[in-house]
């Protein structure tokens, strides 16, 4: 089933009428303007801070679990939300119809595509490892794109989850300008279909799975080597889709996520960068709960045998904004921070920051994100000194119209910037960039296809003064031509895999909601939702013990200092990060 296309809507229902005027009643306020100041995870806080917002919101269950029910239970919760200035702050109870039967911790994650962040190490040239950057940025939230927007359930304190990806790595064709080529989880479009538009036009990417049946289906389960570019550049694609839905191991036998055939990982492809076409390589993820009033998780995700480390804190902060919902980053969200720790690119470290989206459709009940304002991509590295070039990436969101279909636009540049310098901190936005100082120009939809050219020759590129040693202005270029950048359309979201239940801790994710998600799928929302509250209400009773003890929370994987956003593993947590690697068919 191909997810809903959003309609904007042109007169209001009869829903949106008394919405709009409940929100006359109160005035619009929301508050524009008042920043709250986000409680840190200090000595005395975390759990039991509470935002000032007031008692907890309770939604009860109407007890209907058709769609028109749940837009009531929608809208009576807007109206509860109405002028607070941090929904995710609140201390907000849902009913168990309205969540999407899948942990928090397990459904934010930034590897939808392992295959393009393992890819980011491939090449010898800095220009295009930031070329491959930018696609992992465009891969990582596949399951927005895909499927519909869901809620999962909310993480409590201490909960984490770990899984890890098997797969092959991309390969590349012989024109430098297209993109890689993927090995699975891929489709080929309709024969009926046409071709890709060239200039990335706003087309809506459609896929013939729903994000749900995507997350519940079964499924067929040292320095690096420049980029290799076989002769044949046929993209392979996967024929059989049960073989792109992704395996949660929710089933009760401990080889549920065994049925795809196991993807080897040998000691020989871990131990270096590169190999045959044919190896298969895995990443691992871990993250942890470890603040819930305001709601933080760290996060760490690598490739050893690509020398790739992915790692930040994920905070966001949300209100209502008309009758959408409007998400920022919190306040120890700095962004996602890609290391490379061996090969190519050794010692470079890419910040991506995010940008503010907006969760639209919600007196439709048909949800649907859009994105505005930046994403700022910069590249640092150890020991680089004072004036040396180095490359920084503006991906700039448009504006969406007021009237028809949202179009996702796109338009970005990479560009250099001088260490020790600080007016490129002021480029925020493309026309910001100085011509000289622009290496690529790439536009499109952030939903379909994303194309790319070398800027042309500046005096600059040509003076060997403003050239750094490492020749990022080589990226200029008389030769205008435009390539893909990236094509989302044929992406589907990569399986992961989970160990089994019975080899979980209490905490982990699956293990610790399994109540609620075995209920979930069996649509018994009202015992969903009483194992729901009995794990909300443990919660509580450790949070006040705690505080008549005067202890406070520890995190067990990362270090309790995330002022940085960049989160430290623990001993623990690299005791688990080593674990997974090692992790044979789902299971220890």
């Known amino acids: 089933m191909a997810p809903k296309e959003p309609v904007i809507v042109e007169s209001p229902t009869a829903e949106e009428r008394a919405f709009q005027q409940h929100v006359a009643a109160r005035g619009e306020d929301e508050h524009d303007g008042d920043e709250e100041s986000v409680a840190g995870v200090e000595e005395g806080e975390g759990e039991e801070h509470d935002h000032d917002e007031g008692a907890a919101i309770a939604l009860p269950d109407s007890g209907e679990a058709t769609e028109g029910g749940k837009l009531k239970m929608i809208v009576s919760l807007l109206k509860k939300c109405l002028g607070v200035k941090d929904l995710a702050s609140m201390r907000l109870s849902l009913p168990a119809s309205l969540l999407e039967p899948i942990p928090n911790l397990e459904y934010w994650h930034y590897l939808d595509r392992p295959d393009l962040m393992a890819a980011i190490n491939d090449s010898e040239d800095p220009f295009e490892r930031m070329l491959a950057v930018v696609r992992f940025n465009f891969s990582k939230d596949l399951k927005v794109i895909r499927g519909k927007v869901v809620k999962p359930y909310n993480s409590v304190l201490g909960e984490h989850f770990r899984a890890h990806w098997d797969f092959h790595p991309v390969e590349y064709p012989e024109d430098p300008r297209l993109p890689p080529i993927h090995k699975q989880h891929v489709t080929a479009p309709a024969a009926s279909e046409p071709a890709p538009v060239a ?283 435009y390539g893909t950048l990236i094509d989302i359309e044929p992406l589907q979201v990569m399986p992961k895999r989970v160990r089994p239940l019975h080899h979980q801790h209490d905490y982990e994710s699956r293990k610790l909601w399994d109540n609620v998600t075995s209920r979930l799928q069996r649509r018994e929302f009202g015992d969903a939702t009483k194992h729901k509250h009995a794990i909300e209400q443990r919660q509580r009773d450790l949070a006040g013990k705690r505080k008549e003890k005067g202890e406070e929370f520890v995190p067990t994987y990362f270090e309790k200092d995330i002022a940085s956003g960049l989160p430290v593993l623990t001993a623990e947590g690299l005791k688990a990060i080593e674990e997974e690697m090692k992790t044979s068919d789902g299971a220890p």
């Open 199 to 481: 200039n990335g036009a706003g087309k809506v990417a459609t896929s013939r799975l729903s994000f749900r049946s995507a997350i519940f289906g079964k499924t067929a389960s040292g320095p690096t080597s420049p980029i290799q570019r076989p002769a044949s550049a046929s993209p392979a694609v996967e024929s059989n889709l049960a073989a792109q839905v992704s395996n949660l191991s929710l089933g009760r036998s401990s080889t549920a996520s065994l049925s795809a055939p196991r993807m080897s990982t040998s000691s020989s492809q871990s131990s270096s960068n590169g190999g045959s076409p044919s190896e298969t390589i895995r990443a691992v993820y871990l993250t942890e709960q470890v603040s819930h009033h305001p709601p933080v998780s760290a996060y760490y995700a690598t490739c050893p045998s690509r020398g790739v480390v992915i790692s930040g804190v994920d905070q966001i902060s949300a209100k209502v904004s008309g009758t959408s919902v409007r998400i920022t980053p919190g306040s120890y969200n700095k962004g996602i921070f890609v290391k490379l720790t061996s090969g190519n690119g050794k010692g470079e470290q890419y910040k991506i920051t995010h940008p503010i989206a907006y969760v639209n459709g919600m007196l439709r009940g048909s949800f649907y994100v859009t994105v505005s304002e930046s994403i700022i991509i910069t590249c640092e590295k150890e020991g680089a000194a004072d004036g040396q070039e180095m490359l920084r990436t503006v991906v700039e969101f448009k504006e969406e119209p007021w009237i028809g279909k949202p179009q996702f636009q796109l338009d970005g540049v990479i560009h250099t910037y001088r260490v020790g310098e600080t007016e490129h901190e002021e480029w925020t936005k493309v026309k910001h960039v100085p011509a000289n100082r622009v290496v690529a120009q790439f536009e499109g939809s952030w939903r379909s296809q994303i194309r790319w050219k070398r800027a042309p020759e500046t005096a600059a590129a040509k003076n060997p003064a403003t050239q750094s040693s490492t020749s990022l202005a080589s990226g200029r270029s008389a030769d205008a031509e």
